[in-house]
């Protein structure tokens, strides 16, 4: 480890097993999500953690070998990807940039939408930009990206098959409504390539390692994807936790994503990255313990950039 400059490289190990210790406890009350059968039999009591500073200092605990599906924390991912090879008309030619009052696969949103999905990081605004990306078929599309991630993140994504068997072993007729009403309102062509490129993405797998190094993307920046990379931020503090998101501006102050896996990824501009997996969701859909020590780390380490 190098020496440390950064806020974030101040925490001390002893501190962060302590929290993550009493997160995991926290998570009891958290449910599983029951529509993807894989993720409904997940580990209640798994919990892992990685922090990474931009000065190449970390810190993580406990099973930080255990890989799990992104989910919807692919959707900045996704969002970052489109920015970069189309460019920003073409992205919000098909996708808002509001926050969302209602939950992440709300019909009803879309409809008061007049069928124009609100942001990225909700289902139907992930829908309709996972059909933006570029490849033949589905399997393409996701290669395409996986191979962009793991090359700016030095990552090793994978697609997990197995939870995408799972994903498609009950049809989520929410997201094919989504579709659908987005196919009728003109902002999707085809529904069948956008979901099935959508559900393999979310597939798309790794530690909080890899995720941890995702978010040091967003960090890093650089010339060539820095203002894309400031759009996508912007968009996970306003939007990154559904409509859990003004709360989360104020408890903890940093732009963050989560998916239906358990998973948290929080970035400190200028700061560094936090990685977390623990598996029972709060009402929205977030994880419990994650938010847990996310608010823990922010709050003691003064991290909210509001502050
Ligand atoms: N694939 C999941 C779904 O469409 C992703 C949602 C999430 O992680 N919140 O329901």
Known sequence: MKTSTSKLSSLQPEQLATWATEAINRSNSGQLPAYIPLLARADRQRFAVQ??????????????????????VVKPFVLLYLLCELGEKAVFDCVGCEPSEMPFNSLTQLETDKGKPRNPMINSGAIALASLIPGENA??????????????????LFVDELMLDS?????????????????????????????????RVCCLSGTVEDLAKLGMVLVNGGEAIGENCRTVKALMATCGLYEASGRLALRVGLPAKSGVSGALLSVIPGEGAIASYSPPLNKEG???GGLFLLEKIAKTLRLSVFD
């Open 286 to 288: 977030n994880s419990v």
């Open 167 to 199: 994903v498609n072993a009950m049809p989520n007729q929410n997201n094919w409504d989504i579709a659908l009403a987005m196919v009728e309102s003109g902002y999707l062509q085809n529904s069948e390539i956008a979901l099935e490129t959508y559900n």
């Open 139 to 156: 399997v393409e599309r996701c290669q395409n990206l996986r191979t962009w991630l793991n090359q700016q993140a030095n990552s090793q």
């Open 51 to 72: 922090i990474m500073a931009i000065d190449g200092h970390f810190l993580n605990w406990g099973s930080i070998a255990q890989t799990f599906p992104l989910m919807s």
